[in-house]
């Protein structure tokens, strides 16, 4: 009878990874098609030293599902994250981030030990410690108080750390810019989320879909007038977008919420970390100061 | 996260504005250049600045203080060079007032967080000044400038926040612009020039 079921529960679990895999497998699949059409006769010089593509072969479906998104987006998200924000006060809403953060580090943990980074997994196990018990379930996030500060971790980056490139860009319907690794980092780190893991042999499949929908609607509603700003400055939302994007998790890749140095992606030259120099800049003889 | 970001950039922004003030440390050293500015930043675009008057010193500022034909010679990329000499004019007339006009909304969002200068390394040609916007909650925003030497001071070349490049984040806009009209610059000039005007 146990058995019985944990078999269901696995398979209930095992259904939320293959419907995550099958939206990615999907829109893997349908441009390919899009693909061998030929390519639009654009590039009118070569790209420079430095100067990246983009990586995004399905560019006209990805445009279609984030035209979609934006949709959905103005329609649903946005004024269910206005009314999130005008309901509950900031101190409940910071809580409920640092809840939903909470939740988060185990998976994070795991992230960090795949990652050989003992310094990151001990950091998140320190605040998963206290944050559970003295901040109450995460209610109150004490540790980022006492120096133990947050920090993000996926199984994307542990891909992109074990040397797996990020593949084709997605835009992901609902769930946002992804890539390939990412989007399978994601479903990895779904399965293997110790809260999922507990909903799911309890038959509390809806706990897993509430927290999902409380992170949306809590990352929505901090960007409300961020998101906004950049659609009405930008000439190309999508682009932007996108960009941000890859920027972002590159740095993510990185780790670079620490300070460690980056690599300026377009400044060539290696940027080892070297001893600070003194800049000293001996005004040119005769130059006016200014 | 993106909130996190773009405070951080409107702040970015904020501190550049105040670049004109301290130009004689700015002549010591690149580290106290910007920690001038973060200190100046404060005082001069609190969050009580009038929208116009902020605009209005965010062009002189961002005149001054950016080396704004290499920035826009960077973000043109490969279509620089096919560009013609009044392209490139044109371009860099146009893509100063779009940076002044899409960054001073921004300075909004700033709401005076501290901030500080954590070090300095070089990059390339450019020195790299790390520095930190201190948030009441969460992670310190690591924000780095880098600078080159030009007359004697510095001129701010790009600034990252969280990573992110402003001019990289630029250079991939407007390329997917050029790219989408069939590598032609023209009707990037004019998307620009309607952007401008509205």
């Known amino acids: 009878m146990y058995l019985c079921f944990t078999r269901f529960a696995r398979a209930e679990r095992m259904l939320t990874v293959a419907l995550g895999l099958a939206v990615c497998a999907l829109f893997y699949a349908v441009p390919a098609h899009a693909q061998q059409q030929p390519a639009a006769p654009v590039a009118v010089a070569p790209p420079g030293p430095g100067e990246a593509e983009a990586n995004d072969p399905f560019e006209k479906t990805n445009r279609a599902i984030f035209d979609f998104n934006n949709q959905v987006d103005k329609i649903v998200l946005v004024p269910v994250a206005n009314a999130y924000r005008g309901v509950l006060p900031e101190p409940v809403r910071d809580s409920i981030h640092s809840v939903l953060q909470n939740l988060d580090e185990p998976i994070i943990f795991a992230n960090d030990v795949l990652q050989a980074r003992p310094d990151l997994a001990s950091t998140t196990l320190a605040r998963f410690v206290v944050n559970s018990t003295i901040g109450l379930g995460g209610i109150f996030d004490v540790a980022s108080k006492t120096n133990l500060p947050f920090h993000s971790n996926d199984l994307g980056v542990t891909f992109a750390v074990w040397g797996f490139g990020e593949g084709p860009y997605l835009m992901l319907p609902i769930l946002g810019p992804s890539n390939v690794r990412d989007a399978i980092g994601e479903g990895g780190d779904a399965y293997g989320d110790p809260g999922n893991i507990v909903a799911s042999d309890n038959h509390y499949l809806w706990a897993t879909f509430a927290r999902g929908a409380t992170q949306g609607v809590d990352e929505r509603s901090r960007n409300i007038e961020t998101l906004a700003d950049i659609e009405r400055t930008s000439l190309d939302y999508y682009a932007t977008i996108r960009s941000l994007y890859r920027q972002r998790r590159a740095a993510e890749i990185r780790h670079e919420q620490s300070n460690t140095p980056n690599v300026g992606p377009l400044q060539g030259g290696s940027d080892a970390v070297t001893a600070p120099i003194s800049y000293q800049v001996a005004p040119a003889p005769g130059a006016p100061p200014r | ?198």
């Not at chain 2, 009580?48 to 960077?74: H, M």
């Not at chain 2, 860099?92 to 300075?107: D, K, N, P, T």
């Open chain 2, 1 to 198: 996260m993106m909130r996190r970001l773009f405070t951080a950039g409107a702040l970015a922004i904020a501190i550049a504005l105040c670049a004109g003030a301290p130009r004689a440390q700015a002549q010591a050293d690149a580290t106290g250049f910007i920690a001038q500015l973060g200190g100046q930043a404060i005082q001069v675009l609190g969050p009580g600045v009038p929208a116009s008057e902020r605009l209005a010193r965010f062009r002189q500022l961002f005149q001054n203080d950016f080396d704004v034909p290499g920035i826009g010679q960077f973000v043109l990329g490969r279509y620089w060079r096919t560009a013609t000499p009044q392209e490139q004019q044109e371009f860099l007339g146009l893509f100063q007032e779009y940076i002044v006009e899409a960054y001073s909304a921004r300075l909004g969002q700033y709401g005076g967080e501290p901030f500080r200068v954590t070090g300095n390394r070089p990059s390339g040609g450019d020195i790299v000044v790390t520095s930190q916007i201190i948030q009441k909650s969460g992670a310190p925003i690591e924000v780095d400038w880098y600078l080159i030497q030009a007359g004697g001071g510095f001129k701010i070349t790009d600034v990252y926040v969280g990573g992110v490049s402003m001019k990289v984040t630029e250079r991939d806009e407007f390329g997917a612009v050029i790219q989408r009209n069939g590598g032609q610059i023209a009707p990037l000039l004019a998307q620009l020039r309607q952007k401008i005007q509205r």
